[in-house]
């Protein structure tokens, strides 16, 4: 969650930059990104001599690098970019390159308070994380999705542990990947592992462990769940709790489960993306009720309406007492609250964001090549030809907007009335 309390939140309209006068600079100007505040704006650069830097707000990094991308803010308004230097790659701050150097590096991410920094890299056909700027002392032969632990100190991944030969199936089905927790592989090995999560006290880790050709289960700090199952999907931790949540399969049918044993009565075609309430006495999860047919259900209720195309993962209030969704059907999306969707469709949507108080919903929508901004299922009545998402002040008063007008990048906050 933004800390927006520092935020200026006066009235009024501010241009930061002439987005035709940073074009005019540069042989090439990519993807903008704008800072959560809006006090910024910053996009990948090319100069004449084909070398890369970043322009933020008109002014560009004094460093220059051979290649630049997936750049963007942090909360603290920090810029980051991966970049590459004589043909290796590292992360950059504020124009600043990390003394580490990599065959590759991908997938920047941030810990839960914004403070630390983690990414994959590859180094000598080995793979591992590195976490504000220090790498594990032990690397993989191959390596897949991580994450980061909510005190921003422990990073956890998927590793393949032993090197298999082409096609060694029955080394592949003796099991070589495994959950490494700051380079140190948990002391099993499964066929395969998928998505690791931390607990809210960052010391436990769990994750999706395939166990045998049809059987799955959930590890948690390299100990397996009694019961084998199906199927599973990604677990949670239940908020400041040890208990690991997951769908399972059992049956030809999907159901909840808290440490290997179902908690809702109901069975499913479908269920994943659960989630707890911010208050952590509820829970929500996208299931199918009927083939085909997606909808969300809260602690077992599943709403009455349902959608044919795609349901995406519920976002409760911060009361823990609504939820949202963005739901797409007959090709068109929308965004459902609390069961009933919006009557205006777009051709996208975007997540919708509550205000602190829980009773107003705001999202970004296109249509026809437009961005608009939605208020409680009702399109503000101005366009824009680039928008970010928009955002309430702490008192739920005014709304953030951050957009492109005639050619400016433009910061404005608005009376919630008047958007």
Sequence with gaps: MKNTTTWDWQTGKRVIADLARIRAQYKRVDELVVSPDGEYIAAPVVME???????????????????????????????????????????????????????????????????????????????????????????????????????????????????????DVVGFFDGVWSIAVDGKPWDKKYVNTWNPIFSDDSKSVAAEIRTDICDYSIGINAKGWTDKFGCVWSPIFRPQSQKVIAPIREGGVWMLAEDGKPIWKSQYNQLWSQKFSPDGSRIAAIVSLDYGRWTIAIDDAPWKATFGDMVLAPIFSPDSKRVAAI????????????????????????????????????????????????????????????????????????????????????RQVLPMSEV
């Excluded at 997936?70 to 290796?88: C, H, P, Q, T, W």
């Excluded at 739901?327 to 069961?339: C, F, L, P, Y």
């Excluded at 026809?368 to 009702?378: E, L, M």
């Excluded at 030809?385 to 702490?394: M, Q, T």
């Design 49 to 167: 001599d084909g070398a890369f830097s970043a322009c933020i707000n008109e002014k560009t990094w004094d460093e220059q690098f051979e290649l630049l991308w997936y750049m963007r803010f942090l909360s603290n308004g920090k810029l980051i970019a991966l970049v590459r230097i004589d043909d290796e790659w590292t992360l950059a701050i504020d124009g600043v390159p990390g003394e580490g150097r990599f065959e590759y590096a991908w997938n920047p991410r941030l810990s839960a308070d914004g403070k630390s920094i983690g990414y994959l890299y590859k180094r000598e056909n080995m793979y591992g994380v590195s976490l504000n700027g220090k790498t594990w002392d032990k690397e993989f032969f191959s390596i897949r999705d991580y994450c980061l632990s909510p005190d921003g100190k422990h990073s956890a991944a998927n590793v393949q542990v032993d090197a298999l030969k082409e096609a």
């Design 327 to 410: 739901v797409k059907e007959n090709n068109k999306w929308t965004i459902a609250i609390d069961g009933v969707a919006w009557k205006e469709k777009f051709d996208m949507i975007w997540d919708p964001v509550f205000s602190p108080c829980s009773k107003n919903l705001t999202a970004k929508a296109e249509r026809d090549g437009k961005f608009y901004v939605i208020i409680n299922g009702k399109i503000s009545g101005k366009s824009y030809e680039k928008l970010w998402e928009p955002l309430f002040s702490p008192n739920g008063e005014q709304v953030l907007l951050k957009y492109i007008e005639n050619d400016k990048y433009i």
